[in-house]
């Protein structure tokens, strides 16, 4: 029996994507969102080769292309080109990433939500579970409301360090780049007038930047006499590690930071949470308890792994003498072709093999270049063989 009615909470980049797969599946569809109008905090601002892929095959392609030329244009920014860096070796190959900011991608999301007839609900902020929707999917982020008033379980460790990201101006000359010092990294770029540093000295004190701490931190850990004169956007962020132990109790779902944190090393956060969309629209669609529940096994071991790779990075980049050898050992490692695969593929998550019961190498992996802009699956040729494609684009049957 289809799922009748879905509330989705959260307008963040998962839960409008969520509710466009949803509502292309005919579910009556609803998000709230307590903001009233869309986050500027500078998040994220490219999405991997392989999210962009998931995203043309449904369609969103040219949007996202226009989207990046404009913003490229505007922000004096590369476009393509990046493969990506693992704990700031920038040395990985595979799919190129494309640069777009995350509001530059809800905005698009929530234009296509809107057209697909989803209603969006701004300056909502739910409190308790009782929405009178068949399903809720918490896509309501890392201190998700959802997730606590549902009671899922939420291991992982503490923080250890203290991140910032900002726009800001900056009086002197700061080089460009990812740059690794005695008492952390700061990087500048590629957006203009982007600072991002890591400061190993301990967790946040504060979560609030004010133009006086995001200076006093970029003077600490860069090294470099500057001053700071204005501040357009600036977040704190740190490594906390959890995963909800499940994504479903019952009636009640999580999907993206909801169901998992970590640390933004490698930039893999929003594109786990996109992809966890596309895995689950299709399967709530369906109301089929077995299949709903498969969204937890094929998801929750892929965001585990980007969790302890998040884990290493950070390891990786601590800048005390041990740990500065392991980087050094690590970043010979990586000219070694199977190594640099392998850790590129991992990062991009273009080795996700879902299981399938079929031992032929393509079955359960994603099938690039289709048109599934209806949301449906479809079969085609492979090998010479019949191939049964899912909506998300992933092989479930061949031969
Ligand atoms: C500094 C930084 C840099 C990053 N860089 C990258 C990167 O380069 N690449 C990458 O892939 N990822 C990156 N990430 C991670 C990425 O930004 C997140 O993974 C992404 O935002 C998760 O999206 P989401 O929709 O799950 O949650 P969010 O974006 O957090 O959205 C959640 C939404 O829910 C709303 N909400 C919360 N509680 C309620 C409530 N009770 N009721 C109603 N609404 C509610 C919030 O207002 C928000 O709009 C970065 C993160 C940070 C902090």
Redesign the pocket.
């Given at each position: 029996m289809k799922a009748s009615d879905v509330t989705v909470?959260?307008?963040?980049?998962?839960?409008?994507l969520l509710a466009c797969e949803l509502a292309l599946q005919g579910v009556r569809t609803t998000v709230?969102?307590?903001?009233t109008t869309q986050?500027d905090t500078?998040?994220?601002?490219?999405?991997?080769g392989r999210t962009y892929e998931m995203l043309a095959m449904r369609g969103l392609g040219p949007a996202i292309d226009a989207a990046s030329d404009e913003e490229a244009a505007r922000l004096a920014w590369p476009v393509r080109g990046s493969t990506g860096h693992f704990a700031g070796l920038f040395r990985l190959d595979g799919l190129p990433l494309v640069m777009l900011t995350?509001q530059g991608l809800e905005r698009i999301l929530e234009a296509r939500a809107l057209d697909l007839g989803v209603r969006i609900r701004r300056g909502?902020?739910?409190?308790d579970l009782d929405l009178g929707s068949e399903f809720v999917v918490g896509?309501?982020?890392?201190?998700?409301?959802?997730r606590k008033l549902a009671g899922f379980d939420f291991p992982g460790s503490g923080p250890t360090l203290t991140?910032y990201?900002a726009i800001a101006d900056v009086d002197g000359d700061l080089p460009r780049g990812w740059h690794r010092t005695p008492s952390g990294v700061f990087a500048s770029g590629p957006l203009r007038g982007r600072i991002?540093l890591i400061d190993f000295a301990g967790p946040p004190a504060d979560r609030e930047v004010t133009r006086e701490s995001l200076e006093a931190a970029l003077r600490r850990v860069s090294g470099h006499d500057v001053r700071i004169t204005n501040v357009h956007t600036a977040?704190v962020?740190t490594d906390n590690t959890r995963q909800a132990t499940t994504y479903r109790r019952g009636g009640v779902l999580l999907?993206?930071?909801?169901a998992h944190v970590h640390s933004?090393f490698g930039?893999?956060?929003?594109?786990?949470?996109l992809q966890d969309a596309l895995n689950l629209g299709w399967k709530l669609a369906t109301g089929d308890s077995d299949l709903i529940d498969t969204y937890t096994s094929e998801r929750h071991p892929v965001a585990e792994r980007v969790l302890r790779n998040t884990m290493a990075q950070v390891a990786l980049t601590r800048p005390d003498p041990q740990s500065r050898e392991l980087h050094a050992l690590f970043a010979d490692l990586l000219d070694l072709p199977d190594v640099r695969t392998k850790v590129s593929a991992m990062v991009q998550g273009t080795d996700i093999r879902y299981e399938t019961g079929c031992d032929h190498p393509l079955a359960g992996t994603f099938v690039p270049g289709l048109d599934l802009a209806d949301g449906k699956g479809t079969s085609v040729v492979l090998d010479g063989l019949e191939a049964v494609i899912r909506p998300d684009g992933y092989l479930s049957r061949i031969g």
């Open positions: 909470v959260g307008a963040g980049p998962v839960g409008l709230l969102e307590r903001l986050a500078i998040k994220a601002h490219m999405i991997s995350q909502v902020e739910v409190t896509c309501d982020g890392g201190r998700s409301t959802v991140g990201q991002m977040t962020w999907a993206g930071d909801a933004p930039g893999q956060g929003l594109n786990l949470g």
